[in-house]
């Protein structure tokens, strides 16, 4: 296994909890001062723009905690030029579990049930990127939102009500709360059957929860016991070292779009 370097910009080693999860990876990532083959960036305001300028000075990958919107087609133009992966570390979708159970939780979907999505976020999180984080989990698992017909906001979250690009019903809501780590749930509602995925907050390694069950039985799932951000390190060494494309920044550009839409109703209630 090649190891590999990793420069991390200062505000991005705690949200990203990036000394500790490196650690685990001792044999393929090791933190640097120097110039480094993989860059980490913090996803406040300019990231796409710090992310690029590690590109031009020759990162070989660029990991980005917790993006916020920004217009990326100049990054993604140029990552993809340089063959350089951009991995975007939002708060659940890299937990291994997500991947293991999507496709029964899509195929549930595509029958025409009701998919819910609840996240429970802690103060300092702001909408912005609660809502770009949920929305690239519900990509993940059942679909791209597509369309939204209600949103209200208010201290103490968010709730709304939309469509998948494949037309199935989605309820989204969020609750804020400091007595409760951060957390998803993502659950799929049809006639004769249902599946949940519970994901724990991306910097533990409690395993997810997926159970399903139909007129017949109920069962739980085993999941694999690794927190989000190691897994999404994991990645960005493969892609890094294999070349393997990735489409994170395509999809960020999408769900953008989306939360721009959600957020520019903001604090009322508005049905379209």
Same mark, same amino acid.
């Given at each position: ?15 990203? *909890? ?8 001792? =044999? ?33 990958? #660029?990991?980005? #905690? &917790?993006?916020? %919107?920004?217009?990326? *087609?100049?990054? *993604?133009?140029?990552? &993809?030029?340089?063959?350089?992966? !951009? ?5 659940? #979708? ?10 029964? $939780?899509?195929? %549930? ?11 429970? $976020? ?5 909408? =912005? ?5 949920? $929305? ?5 698992? #059942?679909?791209?939102?597509?369309? !939204? ?20 019903? %989605?309820?989204?809501?969020? %609750? ?27 910097? +533990? ?8 069950? &139909? ?42 779009? +989306? ?14």
């Amino acid at each position: 296994m090649s190891a590999l370097t990793v420069r991390a910009e200062p505000g991005s080693i705690s949200p990203g *909890r990036i000394p500790e999860t490196l650690a685990t990876l001792p =044999e393929s990532l090791r933190l640097t001062d120097d110039h480094a083959d993989i860059i980490a960036v913090l996803g406040d305001a300019g990231w796409s723009h710090r992310a690029l300028s590690g590109i031009r000075s020759g990162a070989r990958g #660029v990991m980005v #905690v &917790n993006p916020c %919107i920004e217009e990326v *087609r100049e990054l *993604r133009t140029e990552a &993809n030029a340089a063959s350089v992966p !951009v991995v975007l570390d939002t708060s659940w #979708v890299h937990n291994p579990a997500v991947a293991a159970v999507s496709e029964q $939780l899509r195929r %549930i979907a595509n029958t025409g049930a009701l998919v819910e999505s609840t996240v429970t $976020l802690d103060a300092e999180m702001t909408d =912005e990127t609660a809502i770009l984080a949920q $929305l690239v989990l519900i990509r993940a698992t #059942v679909g791209a939102v597509r369309r !939204v017909d209600f949103w209200e906001s208010d201290e103490h979250g968010y709730r709304a009500f939309g469509h998948l690009e494949s037309a199935t019903d %989605i309820a989204v809501s969020a %609750i804020r709360t400091n007595a409760y780590p951060p957390s998803a749930r993502l659950r799929v509602v049809g006639r004769d059957e249902l599946a949940e995925l519970s994901v724990p907050a991306p910097s +533990t390694a409690t395993s997810a929860l997926a159970v399903s069950a &139909n007129t017949e039985e109920q069962a739980v799932h085993p999941t694999p016991f690794e927190s989000a951000h190691r897994s999404a390190w994991r990645r960005l060494h493969s892609v890094t070292t294999t070349g393997v494309p990735v489409a994170d920044l395509s999809s960020f550009a999408e769900d953008a779009v +989306t939360a721009r839409r959600i957020l520019s109703r903001s604090g009322s209630s508005e049905t379209s």
